[in-house]
């Protein structure tokens, strides 16, 4: 009878991406022409999800904040990182992000 309060999964792809090392993210949009544009926003971080908020971390500064459920985010099918697509409470923007994972030879 209290099959309402049963807690959700944790999304598998958050799981994936908690706590990994990055080794730059790039912010992805367009120039006044139209033309696509990539930026580098930070290089040698992590990211952290925690409390609902995906937050990604380059050395001390947080160069990108937003909540998982406003947010859209999938991995690479090459598996070396991710796409968030979201508010981001830092800037004030809606943006559009590739983040990509440090590599460790296992």
């Known amino acids: 009878m209290l099959w309402f309060l049963k807690k959700k999964k944790d ?4 799981k994936s991406m908690d706590g ?3 080794k730059y993210v790039t912010r992805i949009g367009t120039d006044e ?3 696509p544009t990539s930026v580098i926003m930070g290089k040698r971080g992590r990211i952290v999800c925690i409390d609902g908020e995906i937050r ?9 904040r937003c909540m ?3 947010a859209e985010y999938f991995l690479h099918l090459s598996g070396d990182g991710v796409t968030v697509k979201g508010h981001n409470t830092v800037t004030g923007d809606y943006d559009h992000i ?3 994972y440090t ?3 296992k």
């Open 20 to 22: 990994r090392e990055i």
């Open 103 to 105: 590599y460790y030879r």
């Open 98 to 100: 590739m983040i990509f």
């Open 33 to 35: 022409n139209g033309n």
């Open 68 to 70: 998982a459920k406003d």
């Open 11 to 14: 999304d598998p792809v958050l």
């Open 56 to 64: 990604v971390l380059c050395g001390e500064i947080d160069v990108f």
